[in-house]
């Protein structure tokens, strides 16, 4: 079944809120890790202040990420009839998304998601364990590198044109269409060969 333009555009919203918010708590897990795990040494002095300065910086990341997102969303619209260079052929069911960039396809995860973009930026892999690619895949989703779309189980990602992230997604596309292509001459080549009775 096919979004509606409203529907679309709330799933957009909904899309780019939750992902702000689960950065936002992720993001404050962590410093309260940290800082708790800090106070309970012996002899450690407590900085409210600081920790104070520390959450509202994390808040003013959100309000900036919030902004980015939302001037997204406007600017996008205006631009709904140019044309994009999708690495697969967009599904009909996603077509309300069109104007969110070029279509990379669709991933397991936001981990895997992530994983193909942190190997194609050169990362190492022990930095690719599931909950770092996830991150990448969604702070790159805040900074508008990438917008991703949750449908079925599956991870839609459009990439903003000319972006890192839309360079290293066509280059991954690009490659897995060489080596299938490949792959497909190689059997092709293949004989049958009858088994001695």
Known sequence: ?????????????ERDLRLVSLGLLQALEILVDEEFARLMREHASAAPFLLLDQIETLVATCREDLG?????????RAERDRSHANSIPLPQALAAFRHRGNYHGAFASMSELG???????GLPEAWMDPSAAAVLAAGLHRRREIWTFERNGAIHVFGRPHST????????????????????????????????A
Do not use: C, F, W
């Not at 690009?174 to 001459?185: F, L, P, R, V």
């Open 1 to 13: 079944m096919n979004m509606t333009r409203r529907e679309a555009h709330r799933a957009e919203i």
């Open 68 to 76: 980015r997102l939302s001037s997204a969303r406007i600017e996008l």
């Open 115 to 121: 994983r193909a973009l942190g190997m194609g930026l």
């Open 165 to 196: 992230a839309d360079r290293v997604l066509t280059a991954r596309a690009d490659y897995e269409a060489k080596t299938s292509g490949e792959h497909s001459t190689e059997t092709t080549t293949l004989r049958l060969v009858a088994q001695p």
